[in-house]
């Protein structure tokens, strides 16, 4: 059985470049949400995806953005991408948007220079 | 807005000792969740507490949960050195969703020989 798989698992940009992040959720999961983790800090919510649709969204400006495909994988995107948005970026899925349990990918580690 | 505050955020402890870490939020909520984090990996589902007076045990963790207190415990019995993580709360925002966790800043624990 998959669990959620995250690509690529590293990345380095430079800052004004836009990144692309991939998410799988884990096998009949239907939902899919996107955290970005800064160094020694607790996860942040940036939104989350169900039925293709951005159901609800964190405290993120616009330049984040994202999209859900039919079969329910989803991409992150950043435009304009600052310093502060290193971070470890994950994804979770879970089954509806109400499902009891979040499990997490391993992650998407983003440097910006 | 929902707060989430853990205590303490450094834990270092001897194998074979019992502890707990806190975790107070600020507003109504049903569910916590109790995630575990080793170093530059992802985040491992540990528990997912669902009502008041709600215990999960597994192994040498054990979780609970006071909605009327807003506070949930992880307790730790005769640590061991394979313990050695990071341990965030989380909890959703409203009954039934989990749409948006919010989450603790987490409590490293290192357990030593």
């Known amino acids: 059985d998959a669990g959620v798989t995250q690509s690529p698992t590293h990345l380095i940009k430079t800052r004004g470049q836009q990144v692309t992040l991939r998410c799988s959720p884990k096998?009949?999961?239907?939902?899919v949400s996107w955290y970005q983790q800064a160094l020694g800090q607790g996860p942040q919510f940036i939104f989350q995806y169900y039925e293709e649709e951005e159901r609800q969204r964190g405290n993120f400006p616009d330049r984040f953005s994202g999209h859900q495909f039919p079969n329910y994988s989803s991409e992150l995107n950043v435009n304009a991408l600052l310093l502060g948005d290193s971070a470890l970026y994950l994804c979770a899925s879970s089954l509806g948007p109400r499902g009891e349990t979040q499990y997490f990918g391993p992650g998407t580690r983003l440097l910006v220079l | 807005e929902l707060k989430v505050e853990q205590n303490p955020l450094f834990l270092s402890m001897q194998e074979g000792k019992n502890y707990t870490i806190y975790c107070n939020y600020s507003t109504t909520s049903d569910r916590l969740y109790w995630y575990r984090q080793d170093p530059g990996k992802s985040l491992e589902s540990l528990f997912v507490?669902?009502?008041n007076g709600a215990v999960k045990q597994e192994g040498r963790l054990m979780a609970s949960l006071d909605t009327k207190a807003r506070l949930s415990t992880l307790h730790i019995t005769a640590a061991v050195h394979d313990l050695s993580a990071t341990y965030f709360c989380?909890?959703?925002?409203?009954?039934?969703?989990?749409?948006?966790?919010?989450w603790g800043l987490g409590t490293s624990l290192a357990v030593n020989p």
């Open positions: 096998s009949g999961h239907d939902t």
């Open positions: 507490l669902l009502s």
């Open positions: 989380a909890v959703g925002p409203q009954a039934g969703n989990n749409r948006k966790l919010i």
